[in-house]
């Protein structure tokens, strides 16, 4: 079983940056493969980016060139990066471990976090 602690988010106006942190934790040892996801109301669970066990990332068409990500193969932990922000980035985001290939499907993944909420205004 894998433990998924995430922290940041909040609210930001269109155009700016906000960081979410996460980290893994559980009983595998070495780097987990790990993700993160978004979902807006009333829409389904969305792949931002997944990071494979080698730090390869692999980021959705929608946040490419916008979003990034910071690691720590030595604590499992994956930030995200989020600049330029839209409105269409609101939603609740979820940190995600324990995939066996790197993923943009959630159901690749059998630990989450609970998820903090980013609100983007106009």
């Known amino acids: 079983q894998v433990h998924v602690v995430e922290s940041g988010g909040d609210s930001a106006q269109a155009g700016g940056s906000l960081r979410l942190s996460c980290s893994a934790s559980?009983?595998?040892?070495?780097?987990?493969?790990m993700g993160w996801f978004r979902q807006a109301p009333g829409k389904e669970r969305d792949g931002v980016v997944s990071?494979?066990?080698?730090?390869?990332?692999r980021y959705a068409d929608s946040v490419k060139g916008r979003f990034t990500i910071a690691t720590d193969p030595a604590t499992n932990s994956l930030d995200l990066l989020m600049n330029n922000l839209t409105p269409e980035d609101t939603g609740m985001y979820y940190c995600?471990?324990?995939?066996?290939?790197?993923?943009?499907?959630?159901?690749?993944?059998?630990?989450w976090g609970p998820g903090p909420q980013v609100t983007v205004s106009s």
């Open positions: 995600a471990a324990g995939c066996a290939l790197p993923s943009l499907e959630s159901t690749a993944f059998p630990s």
């Open positions: 559980g009983e595998q040892f070495g780097r987990y493969c």
């Open positions: 990071v494979s066990t080698y730090g390869l990332a």
